[in-house]
Structure formats: C-alpha cells, structure tokens
C-alpha cells in the first residue's frame, strides 16, 4: 500500500463541486417548490377537511332545526285538525238535535191530529150507531124494528 493509494483522488474535488451544485440547483428549482406545493396542497386539503366538517355540523343543525319546525307545524296541524273535527262534531249534534226536535214536534203534531180524528169520527159514529144498528138488524132479520 502506497502513499497515493491513501490521498484523496484529485476528481474528488470537482466531483464534490458538481455534486453541491447540482444538489443547490435541484433544491432551488425543484425540491423547495415541490415542497411549498405539497405543504400548499395539505394546507389546501386541511381547510377543505375543516370546512366540509363545518358544513357537515350546520347541515345537522339545519336539519335539526327543520324537524324541530316540520314538528311543530305538524303539531299544530294536528291541533287544528282536532279543532275542526270537534266545531264539525258539534254543528253535527246541532242538526242532528234541532231534526230530533222536529221530529218529536211533528210527532206531537200528528198524535194530537190523530187524537182529535179520532175524537171527531168516534163522536160522529156514536151519532151513527142507532142507525148502523137498525140497518144490520133490518139485513139479517129481513125486517125493520118498530122504534
């Protein structure tokens, strides 16, 4: 082994120049861009993640709210359906009494119509009877009965 054999070669040098020379290019041109645009990118990414999680939470809460609303409108339609079924129940037990209260008049009416009728050919066939009688005896019998 010789003396030369343990010295640095004399290319080493410019090896080493060109070596940190294209290093300094390549970091210059290349690696900081590159990075500023991958760390632009993720920085880019992390809001988009941000604001699609904010979106996310105020559509929950938006949907939230519309529920909350959609049931207190159905609440209160329900309220007023009631409402309604009860102002028709009761026109309906109106009518229906006011039609009885007919009904029972014009019963009343014709009981009292039928009564007096009856009343009217009652007397008027007891007038009738003696004649009626003396007609049924003079058929059978075949002669009239001396009065």
Do not use: C
Request: glycine content about 4%; proline content about 2%; hydrophobic content about 40%.
């Amino acid at each position: 082994m010789s003396l030369n054999d343990l010295l640095p070669n004399w290319t080493l040098i410019p090896q080493m120049l060109v070596f940190w020379t294209v290093l300094w290019v390549l970091s210059k041109f290349i690696f900081k861009p590159y990075g500023a645009l991958i760390e632009l990118r993720i920085e880019e990414t992390t809001g988009l993640q941000k604001e699609a999680e904010s979106m996310q939470q105020k559509a929950a809460e938006l949907k939230n709210e519309y529920e909350g609303r959609m049931n207190g409108i159905r609440t209160e339609l329900h309220k007023m359906l009631e409402e309604e079924k009860r102002r028709y129940q009761s026109e309906v037990n109106t009518i229906v009494a006011k039609a009885k209260m007919e009904a029972v008049s014009e019963i009343q009416r014709m009981e009292e119509l039928i009564h007096r009728e009856s009343h009217r050919v009652t007397k008027e066939l007891s007038s009738q009877v003696e004649q009626f009688s003396e007609e049924i005896t003079n058929k059978i019998i075949g002669r009239g009965i001396a009065s």
